[in-house]
């Protein structure tokens, strides 16, 4: 996807750091997978030594390292990926500042600042908390998952056969609740932007409201759009809830059907105890992975609709540009003219219509005219706030 691949260039400062904490989390996955297979030799050694409690003091110990193992990837993978993740944010936001202050004036006529706002602090984060972290765990879980299936066909293929059936349904079950919650994504971070758009008028505007008694109209109009919010949320909460819920009950019956027939397995003597125990770990160690897996997908689809709206606002041109052979001004005495200018901020809707004036230095002129007859419009155009739709603005020539 475009906006992964440039996200991807943000990240490339930091290749080593996001190296090293993936190869940690692989490290961690791997040790996770060690464990149940040695618990269930354990179990058939000591079964075969008759009660032969030395092998188990071994095998104590040896786990109890292997914790210690996985404990010190933990940190370097979660120290290290909390660097990069914040580092990313840190960046986008820089990046986006630095757009805003290159945008014209119209730019802000069309762009509400609460949209603004929104997506530079809250959809970067957005980022950061559940894409980033959501890609890292999905790589880690879904190399778990792989290497406790190969495990299991390895150990009992006939009852891994059996697991499969549960795990087409998780993923068409992704496939669905994942677009949903992208969409329901999309349309709640809008309101979040027009909550934060009233905020600040209410904020900004406080005099004028207090001036007029317009108290319960504001109170009324954020109510209505937290309300939405509030609505928007929750829809997708209760996605993610339903999601997890049905792969809460599909693990179950994968869980149950194979402990059912794992026992008729070692009653006819197919399998020993200790594998079927190390079946069932392994089994129980992937199911909750599995049942993640579904909710770091919804997640990274959440924070997918963010990064749009973010690269949305990177990508928004700038209409104010300076020509290849421009030159730098000097100190100006202060010569302006208007020669046939029309300036419109909207296609076919003009502040200005075919001005044309000549304003010496030193002179004084007045602009008069009601509300909306285009006086700021006019003078904006003399620091070149916007570029005139047809017509020249000269300042002492040029």
């Keep these: 996807m475009v906006e992964i691949r440039r996200l991807a260039g943000y990240l490339r400062p930091y290749t080593f750091q996001l190296a090293g904490g993936l190869v940690a989390a692989v490290l961690v996955a791997v040790a996770w997978?060690?464990?149940?297979?040695?618990?269930?030799?354990?179990?058939?050694?000591?079964?075969?030594?008759?009660?032969?409690?030395?092998?188990?003091?071994?095998?104590?110990l040896v786990i109890l390292a292997i914790y210690v193992f996985r404990s010190l990837c933990l940190f370097v993978q979660l120290s290290l990926l909390a660097f990069v993740g914040?580092?990313?944010?840190?960046?986008?936001?820089?990046?986006?500042?630095?757009?805003?202050?290159?945008?014209?004036?119209?730019?802000?006529?069309?762009?509400?600042?609460?949209?603004?706002?929104?997506?530079?602090?809250?959809?970067?984060q957005l980022v950061e908390s559940r894409l980033l972290n959501g890609l890292v765990d999905l790589l880690t879980t879904g190399l778990l998952v792989i290497g406790v299936v190969v495990a299991l066909f390895l150990m009992q293929w006939r009852l891994a056969l059996l697991t499969f059936g549960t795990i087409g349904t998780l993923i068409v079950a992704a496939r669905l609740f994942g677009r949903e919650v992208q969409q329901g994504s999309t349309r709640a971070q809008s309101r979040v932007a027009a909550l934060t758009?009233?905020?600040?008028?209410?904020?900004?505007?406080a005099r004028i409201i207090r001036a007029f008694a317009q108290e319960p109209r504001e109170v009324a109009r954020f109510g209505r759009e937290n309300e939405r919010t509030f609505e928007e949320n929750y829809r997708i909460r209760r996605l993610i809830a339903l999601e997890v819920s049905l792969v809460s009950v599909l693990n179950a019956l994968g869980l149950v059907f194979v402990m059912w027939a794992g026992v008729k397995y070692v009653a006819a003597g197919q399998i020993t105890a200790g594998s079927l125990v190390s079946f069932l770990?392994?089994?129980?160690?992937?199911?909750?992975?599995a049942g993640s897996l579904l909710r770091y997908y919804s997640e990274s689809r959440q924070a997918m609709a963010g990064i749009v709206r973010i690269f949305e606002m990177l990508d928004v041109p700038e209409t104010v540009v300076q020509a290849p052979n421009a030159v730098q001004l000097g100190r100006l005495s202060g010569h302006v003219r208007f020669r046939n200018v029309s300036h419109a901020y909207d296609p076919g809707r003009w502040a200005l219509r075919n001005i044309t004036l000549d304003v010496r230095p030193g002179e004084h002129i007045a602009i008069v005219g009601p509300s909306g007859a285009g006086k700021s419009s006019l003078v904006n155009l003399i620091p070149r706030f916007y570029d005139a739709t047809d017509g020249e603005v000269l300042v002492d020539g040029s």
């Design 33 to 60: 997978l060690y464990v149940p297979r040695y618990v269930g030799l354990m179990i058939d050694e000591i079964i075969k030594s008759r009660g032969n409690f030395a092998v188990l003091n071994t095998a104590a």
């Design 86 to 124: 914040h580092r990313l944010v840190a960046d986008l936001r820089a990046h986006a500042f630095r757009q805003i202050q290159r945008w014209s004036l119209d730019r802000f006529i069309h762009w509400h600042s609460g949209e603004v706002i929104s997506r530079t602090i809250q959809d970067t």
């Design 197 to 205: 758009s009233l905020l600040k008028e209410a904020i900004t505007g």
């Design 281 to 289: 770990a392994y089994l129980a160690l992937a199911m909750d992975p």
